[in-house]
């Protein structure tokens, strides 16, 4: 039997994550084990700052946004130290076992998950919960933070239009996501925009301005395109395409520095370039356009009920599978349970739109353009 859990949140914060670390932390002492928080994700087990998890400090957080713990992009193994990046694994460690965990949870993202994967590997007692507002975490059906965000931005798309229809303007809306298009498609189709615009379906800019021109005839002089960060124009696509794969098939560590300088170059270049894209239109349509970048907004504030309801679920079935030692997991969303998914499973993949899902063949068939 597990007595003393750790938790950490890592990578972008996302709301629900409170509502998780009390799950977990209640259904724990309801079994009489002990939890610890860390701060600011691996840099705080590293660091050893930590924070009690007893009744006093999981109560009244279930409705907040954000994390209580704090979270930040760093690695275990590649900790930014000074002016430089270092291996910190065999500190986590040693803390993690000077703590007498049984137990590390991490809460987190892709990234999240392939560097706690790497802890289990290094012989921690690994599970994780899928959060991210991008809702692209393999294996699970849905991670916590995507509903919330995806009813933010699309009470965005709700406000823009009453002010693109009063000024007959194109007004272009970024959302967030930069690999995968759900937050914009989920958003997009909620919202009504005209025009969606994700990084699985590259967009020609002359398609879209037919589309915006088609509905100017047709006696609509507004349009609304929601456009994902990540989203590229169909004549970038083969450049960066062509880069990613030799970043990846990349032997050496110069040639796989050199590949992901490139890589990242092209995407400063070629990907979310919203204003440009806002530009263009105006051009091509002789309509005028405006930008509003949602931003950070979408992760900010109260997690929904939906979302609350998902991260008290895995929370608890987090807590459960620890009872009975399942490590080196995650605990993904599978209809209204859940599964404990093997962690090498869930890494290194990444969940894109796939092109026939339901939300793009629902939009097509109310009329929306995807630029293709
Ligand atoms: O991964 C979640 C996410 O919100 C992405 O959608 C976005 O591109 C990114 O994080 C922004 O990261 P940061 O908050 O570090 O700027």
């Given at each position: 039997m597990s007595h003393y859990i750790g938790i950490l949140t890592a990578g972008g914060d996302t709301p629900g994550l409170n509502a998780a670390i009390r799950a977990i932390g209640k259904a724990a002492l309801a079994h009489d084990m002990q939890v610890i928080g860390f701060r600011d994700g691996f840099r705080g087990l590293m660091s050893n700052r930590t924070v009690r998890l007893d009744r006093n400090a999981l109560s009244g957080i279930l409705a907040v946004g954000g994390t209580i713990l704090g979270t930040s992009r760093d690695k275990p193994h590649k900790m930014p130290v000074g002016n430089k990046t270092m291996d910190m694994t065999d500190v986590l460690y040693e803390n993690y076992r000077n703590h007498h965990l049984d137990a590390l949870v991490c809460l987190g993202g892709g990234g999240t998950q392939k560097n706690a994967y790497r802890l289990a590997e290094r012989g921690f007692n690994i599970v994780t919960l899928p959060k991210t507002i991008d809702n692209d975490v393999a294996r699970t059906d849905v991670t916590f933070g995507f509903d919330t965000a995806m009813t933010i931005a699309t009470d965005a798309i709700d406000r823009l239009h009453t002010t693109a229809h009063s000024h007959h303007r194109i007004i272009v809306v970024e959302v967030m996501g930069h690999n995968a298009g759900w937050l914009t498609l989920g958003a997009g189709v909620a919202g009504g925009a005209d025009v969606v615009l994700i990084p699985e379906i590259p967009y020609d800019v002359a398609k879209?301005?037919?589309?915006?021109?088609?509905?100017?005839?047709?006696?609509?002089?507004?349009?609304?395109?929601?456009?994902?960060?990540?989203?590229?124009?169909?004549?970038?696509?083969?450049?960066?395409?062509?880069?990613?794969?030799?970043?990846?098939?990349?032997?050496?560590?110069?040639?796989?520095?050199?590949?992901?300088?490139?890589?990242?170059?092209?995407?400063?270049?070629?990907?979310?370039?919203?204003?440009?894209?806002?530009?263009?239109?105006?051009?091509?349509?002789?309509?005028?356009?405006?930008?509003?970048?949602?931003?950070?907004?979408?992760?900010?504030?109260?997690?929904?009920?939906?979302?609350?309801?998902?991260?008290?679920?895995?929370?608890?079935?987090c807590t459960e599978l620890i009872r009975r030692q399942e490590y080196g997991i995650m605990v993904a969303a599978r209809g209204e349970g859940h599964e404990a998914v093997p962690l090498e499973a869930v890494v290194g993949r990444r969940k894109l739109v796939p092109l026939d899902h339901p939300w793009i063949v629902t939009a097509r068939a109310v009329g929306t353009s995807f630029g293709d």
């Amino acid at each position: 039997m597990s007595h003393y859990i750790g938790i950490l949140t890592a990578g972008g914060d996302t709301p629900g994550l409170n509502a998780a670390i009390r799950a977990i932390g209640k259904a724990a002492l309801a079994h009489d084990m002990q939890v610890i928080g860390f701060r600011d994700g691996f840099r705080g087990l590293m660091s050893n700052r930590t924070v009690r998890l007893d009744r006093n400090a999981l109560s009244g957080i279930l409705a907040v946004g954000g994390t209580i713990l704090g979270t930040s992009r760093d690695k275990p193994h590649k900790m930014p130290v000074g002016n430089k990046t270092m291996d910190m694994t065999d500190v986590l460690y040693e803390n993690y076992r000077n703590h007498h965990l049984d137990a590390l949870v991490c809460l987190g993202g892709g990234g999240t998950q392939k560097n706690a994967y790497r802890l289990a590997e290094r012989g921690f007692n690994i599970v994780t919960l899928p959060k991210t507002i991008d809702n692209d975490v393999a294996r699970t059906d849905v991670t916590f933070g995507f509903d919330t965000a995806m009813t933010i931005a699309t009470d965005a798309i709700d406000r823009l239009h009453t002010t693109a229809h009063s000024h007959h303007r194109i007004i272009v809306v970024e959302v967030m996501g930069h690999n995968a298009g759900w937050l914009t498609l989920g958003a997009g189709v909620a919202g009504g925009a005209d025009v969606v615009l994700i990084p699985e379906i590259p967009y020609d800019v002359a398609k879209v301005a037919g589309a915006i021109r088609a509905r100017s005839r047709a006696g609509k002089a507004f349009s609304i395109v929601a456009v994902a960060e990540g989203a590229i124009a169909a004549e970038h696509a083969p450049s960066l395409i062509e880069a990613s794969e030799q970043a990846e098939a990349a032997e050496t560590k110069a040639e796989r520095k050199q590949g992901r300088k490139r890589l990242a170059e092209l995407e400063v270049a070629h990907v979310g370039n919203t204003l440009r894209l806002s530009q263009q239109l105006e051009e091509l349509t002789a309509l005028e356009s405006r930008v509003t970048i949602l931003g950070h907004l979408q992760r900010g504030g109260t997690p929904s009920a939906a979302d609350r309801l998902l991260a008290t679920r895995l929370g608890t079935a987090c807590t459960e599978l620890i009872r009975r030692q399942e490590y080196g997991i995650m605990v993904a969303a599978r209809g209204e349970g859940h599964e404990a998914v093997p962690l090498e499973a869930v890494v290194g993949r990444r969940k894109l739109v796939p092109l026939d899902h339901p939300w793009i063949v629902t939009a097509r068939a109310v009329g929306t353009s995807f630029g293709d």
